[in-house]
């Protein structure tokens, strides 16, 4: 019996995690070109409405609740495949994928948080199944789209507010309607089945290329040689090229094919009592995600995952996972970035221990105040209890419909602290002290009556602590290989002076000599064991799509370097020298320490000069 079963499967359900991104990216690019396609648009959200009765179903039975105008909204993406032909017959499809989006105008996000397939949860039920516990892709097979939102909502808490569900038949087409797509591939994937071992076939070069269907999705499913993991992290990068793809060269003539090819793999269900999507929400939410800034791109994770064929979750790493989902944290990357570079970091709000707050009661409720400060004191901030709020003449004033956040102007932060404290009550005003109001503390909470013993979550902190760099110098032996080809590429090389301590030359390319869009391209390539693969990239071409979305940009000596987090993790760092571009790229799940990967990219010193 073969350990691997892919290559007896549809291949298309193993790429789910993207095609939904690549509907949302091919809309985003309709909303970027304007209303000469209006009518085109209208036929093509009225096609993507809800039509199988199995998703139509989700409406009916009301598990989905109506979006609110301004606020956050949650849409869960659930992925499925069912074999065509007589092999189909009577087979209700798998669902390979579920996924939660939220897009959060108050904060200019976007957070994705991805279930594995084969995560042991327990599931409600649904009108043709008792509650059972298994895996979370059952609920599909047993109870259709429906049960699978009944499922997430169940495990997360999370209120839904659009279900979408993709048949991923349409991946190749759409990848090849934007006419491929430029991906960083980490090392040599290969295999032509002719070995013992039956799997899907592969055959991809290291560095950064264009992918074409075929070879995308050989891409985005392949784990034979690492996990889940691993694959789970080459869909979420081609998600994200593909949004560089886009942005970068998509043109009008390209627009009906790519939208043809989700309309026929997408139906859409909307929260409310017959709600229909319409072209002005889809525009929309195109117009929010395609102006989206740089780093407001979030991936939430589930950690502490065990098993093989049955997965089980740590416990409490659910809801570490939907907090982080619900409350990305915008300042991750300045704050990694000071914590790489050995230093404090500067600006910004103050944090939570360096803010005091004075909670007064405004509502007459017994006990709010205490609350409140209770709650806001495990949140980290210094907190006392002043007591009822007051009027002119000293009387209680308990008519706060909204709580009220008050800010010491005078003192440096205040008005961005009060800001983040207001966001903690939801609907509360900051507004500075007036005259004659002097403030005790930096801030002053009066609770209102909308405050009813809670309030949200915040952004865990999760900067790494800084520590060395683990390099070790290493500079002949890629300087050979260099030297052969320099000569080829038309371009000033760099050599690595530094590599990773528990790195070594990939044995089986470790250089690549190419050409890169009608460029000059040179791709160096590191291993560390099990699947954790790096790389340096090197090319004459400046303006490649994967060097758009640096989070921050740092001058160090004489340089200046872009450098590319996902969330807390230096995932690339890039910088133009000599008419060429450069970059250090992590292995998929950011292996490589922050401070290891600016001392690799700091490294990096002209061929003629390597010593």
Not at 20 to 48: H, K
Not at 207 to 224: E, P
Not at 242 to 263: C, D, E, M, R, Y
């Amino acid at each position: 019996m073969s350990r691997y079963a892919a290559w007896r499967r549809s291949g298309w359900r193993l790429a789910g995690r993207i095609l939904l991104a690549l509907a949302v990216v091919a809309i985003v690019a309709a909303g970027a070109l304007g209303g000469g396609i209006w009518l085109y648009l209208n036929e093509s959200v009225a096609a993507v409405q809800a039509h199988s009765e199995e998703v139509k179903q989700i409406a009916e039975e009301g598990v989905l609740e109506a979006p609110l105008p301004g606020e956050p909204t949650t849409a869960i993406i659930i992925g499925y495949d069912k074999r065509a032909g007589v092999e189909g017959r009577g087979d209700p499809g798998r669902s390979d994928t579920v996924m939660l989006l939220r897009a959060d105008p108050k904060s200019d996000t976007v957070t994705l948080l991805s279930f594995p397939r084969d995560l042991v949860v327990d599931h409600p039920g649904c009108r043709s199944h008792a509650p059972w516990r298994d895996r979370i892709n059952t609920a599909y097979a047993y109870c259709g789209p429906t049960g699978t939102v009944k499922t997430v909502r169940a495990l997360t808490g999370v209120p839904i507010n659009y279900a979408i569900v993709v048949n991923f038949h349409g991946f190749k087409s759409i990848v090849n309607e934007v006419g491929g797509v430029y991906v960083d591939v980490d090392h040599r994937y290969f295999n032509d089945n002719t070995g013992s071992e039956q799997y899907a076939r592969i055959n991809l070069m290291p560095g950064y290329q264009r992918l074409t269907g075929g070879a995308a999705l050989d891409y985005a499913r392949f784990r034979h040689t690492d996990s889940d993991l691993h694959r789970l992290a080459r869909q979420q990068a081609f998600v994200k090229a593909f949004k560089q793809q886009v942005q970068a060269s998509f043109s009008i003539t390209k627009l009906p094919g790519v939208i043809n090819a989700v309309v026929e793999n997408v139906e859409v269900v909307k929260g409310g009592k017959k709600a229909k999507i319409s072209v002005e929400e889809v525009l929309g939410y195109a117009r929010f995600i395609y102006g989206l800034p740089s780093g407001h791109f979030f991936q939430a994770r589930i950690d502490g995952i065990t098993g093989y064929a049955e997965l089980t979750a740590a416990e409490g790493s659910v809801e570490e996972a939907v907090r982080d989902f619900l409350n990305p944290d915008l300042e991750a990357a300045d704050k990694a970035t000071a914590a790489a570079s050995g230093r404090e970091e500067t600006g910004g709000p103050p944090k939570p221990a360096e803010t005091t707050v004075e909670v007064l009661n405004g509502n007459g409720v017994e006990g709010s105040a205490d609350t409140a400060a209770y709650l806001l004191g495990e949140r980290g901030y210094v907190t006392t209890v002043g007591g009822n709020a007051l009027d002119e003449v000293g009387n209680a004033k308990w008519d706060y419909f909204t709580s009220a956040v008050v800010y010491d102007p005078a003192r440096a932060g205040a008005k961005e602290a009060a800001t983040i404290v207001a966001d903690l009550f939801g609907d509360a005003e900051a507004r500075a002290a007036g005259d004659g109001e002097e403030l005790p503390t930096m801030l002053q909470v009066i609770v209102g009556k909308t405050f009813h013993g809670t309030i949200a979550d915040a952004p865990v902190d999760e900067t790494p602590e800084h520590q060395p760099p683990s390099v070790v110098r290493d500079v002949e032996t890629v300087a050979a290989l260099l030297r052969d080809v320099r000569g080829k590429v038309g371009f000033p090389l760099l050599v690595p002076t530094m590599r990773d301590l528990n790195s070594t030359l990939d044995p089986e390319v470790p250089l690549r000599a190419y050409r890169l869009a009608g460029h000059g391209a040179v791709r160096i390539v590191y291993t560390a064991g099990y699947g954790q693969y790096w790389g340096i990239q090197q090319t004459s071409w400046t303006d490649a799509p994967i060097l758009s979305g640096a989070n921050v940009e740092k001058r160090i000596g004489g340089r200046t370097y872009r450098l590319h987090f996902a969330g807390s993790k230096l995932h690339m760092v890039s910088f133009e020298e000599n008419g060429a571009v450069y970059w250090v790229a992590n292995t998929l799940l950011d292996d490589l320490t922050n401070e290891t990967m600016l001392a690799i990219a700091k490294g990096l010193k002209p061929l003629s000069a390597a010593r």
